[in-house]
């Protein structure tokens, strides 16, 4: 029943942040700086770090943007889109023959007994070429590489990929669109220099000269004719760093629409295959190719993935930060509401009847390690107004409560409340190991909805960080909102 009401409660009680919007509590950032909660719209996210999820190789900012986001040593298999695994093979020298060490080889069949050996039907679609990965152990043999997927089987030699002497000779197949991607970037690069520099020409023009001693400088007279007659370059043709602007530019790069070319005999004569079609996900894996036939397939870079850290946007301080190391998932700085706030949930949902006070068993977990005291107010005028929910009235429990600090062990030893604590059985129910149990009495007014009522939380805040000045106690205030269900029918 514990764990049913811990998932329940994460759609049953919902915090404020600074912005009045309404979050679980799991949701919610806490600035110590500010002190106040955070939500996801008042926190500012930027990418920290990228790394790749295989090698865990840590690239920077400026060298993941040049890679394009993509490692250059790990690959994804285009048909099942799982990492490709590296594997070697020895080939004998006189295998070879007199090629040259330089030049990719397609390794050819050498015959080897292994269990591991592929079934008969498996080597014919490849002929000539041996897909177990040994060592023959050669003096003279020549260390070949080649990529192949655990999961469906897939090889770079099904694709008539040759074989690499290193691992790191397997690069991504240049598009053939790249050229005209590359002269369309630089073109509206331009542009866009241009047009930046029209409108600061304008900007000046539109200026009036109050102080003409310009005019009697000759040097600095000159130098404005200078750069008023200089033309701006534009990359409208390669090779040279000074190109006159073109205006007829865009018209003569836009490619002209003709009729389309009718499709290959071979369309209606060839016999289809089925299982050499792609599927559109295998397609849309080479956005830039997209192959349509299985022949067609060549492994891709596996995509870098980033960790974000989030700031205030209140004072600029960091909130959540993760550690450097891609292969670590511990954070270096986490300031998040749920390890600091108080935790609010429904013990007992009650039986509700319309325009009847119903007592509501709320528990209030300590989550630090410290004890802390929390009262309850009504929330104001202003903040009910923006609020759109139909709260129905609440008593509260009078009076400051303490929570006694929280005990990893305590649940797991024989705990009595502590003899010094005078608790209010008008409002207290129960005390428990670092949590206490408040008695709320709601009446519900709306019977088509649930019923809903809100009340201000305020403990106490003790900074445990060395680094801060300031380590008094604080109070820091929540508005909570508890959702108790809807009233029964029989009443």
């Excluded at 005209?180 to 630089?186: K, N, W």
């Amino acid at each position: 029943m514990a764990n049913f009401l811990s998932l329940d409660h994460k759609n049953r009680v919902f915090y404020s942040c600074s912005c009045s919007q309404l979050s679980p509590l799991g949701e919610l950032y806490f600035c110590r700086h500010c002190k106040v909660a955070r939500c996801r719209d008042c926190v500012s996210s930027t990418i920290d770090t990228y790394s790749c999820p295989h090698c865990f190789e840590s690239a920077p900012l400026t060298e993941a943007k040049n890679k394009k986001n993509r490692c250059n040593h790990c690959f994804q298999c285009p048909q099942c889109t799982s990492t490709l695994s590296t594997y070697s093979i020895m080939v004998p020298s006189e295998v070879l023959g007199d090629q040259s060490p330089k030049k990719e080889l397609l390794a050819p069949q050498v015959q080897i007994q292994s269990p591991s050996t592929p079934p008969p039907a498996r080597a014919a679609a490849s002929p000539g070429l041996s897909r177990t990965p040994v060592g023959l152990k050669s003096p003279g043999g020549t260390k070949l590489y080649y990529l192949s997927c655990t999961h469906c089987k897939w090889t770079t030699r099904d694709v008539g990929i040759r074989d690499k002497r290193s691992p790191m000779d397997f690069k991504e197949r240049p598009s053939p669109h790249q050229e005209r991607i590359s002269e369309l970037v630089a073109f509206y690069k331009e542009f866009g220099l241009r047009d930046k520099a029209e409108r600061e020409k304008s900007r000046k023009i539109g200026r009036r000269v109050r102080s003409y001693g310009v005019l009697l400088d000759p040097s600095k007279f000159t130098a404005a004719l200078k750069v008023q007659g200089s033309e701006s370059p534009t990359p409208t043709r390669r090779g040279s760093s000074q190109i006159v602007w073109d205006p007829l530019l865009p018209e003569k790069m836009a490619a002209k629409a003709g009729d389309p070319a009718p499709p290959p005999e071979e369309l209606y004569s060839a016999p289809f295959k089925l299982e050499e079609v792609p599927t559109l996900k295998q397609r849309f894996l080479d956005p830039m190719r997209q192959p349509a036939s299985s022949s067609g397939f060549c492994p891709r870079p596996l995509h870098l993935i980033g960790k974000k850290l989030h700031r205030c946007k209140g004072c600029d301080h960091i909130l959540l930060k993760a550690e450097i190391n891609p292969s670590s998932i511990r954070f270096k700085i986490q300031q998040i509401a749920l390890h600091t706030f108080p935790q609010v949930r429904i013990m007992k949902y009650p039986k509700l009847e319309s325009g009847k006070p119903c007592e509501v068993l709320i528990s209030i977990g300590n989550p630090v390690n410290y004890s802390v005291t929390v009262t309850f107010e009504e929330c104001t005028a202003d903040f009910l107004k923006r609020i759109k929910d139909n709260l129905s009235p609440v008593a509260l429990p009078e009076g400051e409560f303490v929570l006694a600090a929280n005990d990893d062990v305590g649940d797991l030893l024989d705990w009595d409340a502590e003899s010094e604590i005078e608790d209010d059985p008008k409002f207290v129910h129960a005390r428990l190991p670092g949590k206490l149990v408040l008695k709320f009495s709601v009446t519900p007014e709306n019977v088509s909805e649930d019923t809903k009522f809100m009340f201000v939380l305020k403990f106490t805040h003790k900074s445990t960080v060395e680094t801060d000045k300031q380590n008094e106690i604080s109070t820091v205030d929540t508005p909570v909102l508890v959702n108790v269900g809807r009233v029964s029918k029989s009443s």
